[in-house]
């Protein structure tokens, strides 16, 4: 019940430090050689200002600031996507399901963990329960839309007896939100699209959402089947002009979605706003770039989507806004080496080192031309895990902007959240592959 949905007591929160405490003393050990930039180094002699940060676990710059704010409850099953927010009273509120992921396990084998900060960053309260529910998580999305004080949490919601996953469809479940009207302490039960032109559809979200000027909602989802060999994928927007009350599924629906020639694959798309009813899609492929997709009539139609100049594995669009909601910022990995692909592994070890290290790129123009990329990090953990899936993870990231300042948030080895923060001042200080060569 709602009123139920109280903070984990005291003595609840203390265990899960405690057993994070054994997990962050076996697995943060940090490696001798890092590689990025197509070299390896000695982490003791990296080039330019680049440093390894030891209790961050990372290799990054002296204006850089952060903290672990948690470790996964048990190794084995990790910690999966984290998503943040600034509420609509301004605290920083923090999510991600601890415990699994809702695709691998037939029973119940996560929470939605939450922690606040009502210091901008400084100190954070927690780990709640966000939801007391039955059914496995998969990622918080946030959205407060323009004039409102309501925090909306979108999603996968892989609730029994509406879940099936037999046949390849273990990623497949309804979509959908609940919403918070005292700042994110109490939530509402779930609400399930069910689009007017595929009421049964059934997908995965994850990544961030928009809201146009207009007041339309619009949400990524795509769908899987892993009964091929590869897996096949489709991208689709959800689209929503009365506040969700109803959703269609855009391009049409199932399972005519969007997909790369050649792979049969495109996922995770994170659409954002431009304004003058423009709204941008980042979407991930196995190509070997972020592609993207635009629409000039308030998401109901869509270009073709195609490659952008941002290299990229097959790893997820990392898309935001700066401080002044104009220029886009686009945090990718910036290195792609699995070119015999044959399917999303966790076993790949090229595939998973891809996401080892962050760069990011600049767009003043909606995204038709982005600026050269500059270093953000590297991981800087030795192996500790048996799957490469775990040992370079820098992936599936969030941001936003506060007050001119920058706050990341990391799933890093599906271990541990890592939070990260700097100046937008500071963004012309990091480097560029020429400059950090040259030792700036």
């Not at 928009?210 to 089947?225: K, N, P, S, Y």
Request: glycine share 8%; with cysteine; hydrophobic share 35%.
């Amino acid at each position: 019940m709602i009123k139920e949905l109280l903070l984990i007591s005291c003595i609840g929160a203390a265990a899960i430090r405690a057993k994070a405490q054994a997990v962050k003393d076996s697995t943060d050990r940090i490696a001798t050689v890092i590689n990025f930039a197509e070299h390896d180094f000695p982490a003791a002699q990296l080039p330019g200002r680049l440093q390894v940060r030891e209790p961050l676990g990372v290799a990054t710059f002296p204006w850089v600031q952060g903290q672990v704010i948690h470790h996964a409850r048990n190794r084995k099953g990790g910690l999966f996507e984290t998503r943040a927010t600034v509420t609509p009273k301004g605290d920083y509120l923090l999510m991600f399901p601890d415990g699994g992921h809702y695709g691998g396990s037939p029973v119940k084998t996560n929470d939605m963990l939450a922690y606040r900060s009502k210091d901008k960053g400084k100190t954070w309260e927690g780990p709640s329960i966000a939801f007391d529910i039955d059914y496995n998580q998969h990622g918080f999305i946030p959205l407060i839309p323009a004039h409102s004080t309501r925090l909306y949490a979108f999603g996968t919601q892989p609730v029994w007896g509406m879940y099936n996953r037999e046949n390849g469809q273990q990623e497949n479940a309804p979509i959908g939100y609940r919403y918070s009207d005292d700042d994110g302490y109490h939530w509402s039960e779930v609400r399930i699209i069910r689009p007017k032109n595929d009421s049964g559809f059934r997908g995965m979200s994850v990544m961030r959402m928009t809201e146009t000027d207009r007041g339309t909602w619009l949400l990524g989802t795509h769908e899987g089947d892993w009964s091929y060999k590869p897996l096949i994928t489709r991208q689709y927007i959800l689209r929503s002009e009365d506040q969700g009350k109803t959703w269609e599924l855009l391009p049409g629906k199932r399972h005519a979605g969007w997909f790369a020639k050649g792979f049969g694959r495109m996922d995770e798309g994170r659409p954002i706003n431009l304004g003058n009813d423009k709204v941008l899609l980042f979407i991930r492929t196995p190509e070997g770039h972020l592609w993207s997709s635009t629409s000039k009539d308030d998401g109901k139609t869509w270009s073709d989507p195609k490659p952008t100049p941002l290299i990229h594995p097959d790893a997820p669009p990392m898309l935001y806004k700066l401080s002044d909601n104009k220029t886009l910022i686009a945090f990718h990995h910036n290195r792609h080496h699995d070119v015999d692909y044959t399917g999303l592994s966790g076993g790949k070890i090229e595939l998973m080192k891809d996401r080892s290290e962050l760069w990011f790129s600049l767009s003043k123009d909606d995204g038709a031309t982005w600026s050269e990329p500059r270093l953000f990090l590297v991981n800087a953990l030795a192996e500790a895990y048996e799957s490469a899936f775990r040992n370079y993870q820098c992936s599936y990231i969030d941001v936003f902007a506060d007050n001119g300042e920058l706050h990341v948030f990391i799933p890093h080895r599906w271990e541990r959240v890592l939070y990260l923060h700097f100046k937008e001042s500071d963004l012309d200080r990091f480097p560029t592959k020429q400059q950090l060569f040259n030792g700036k």
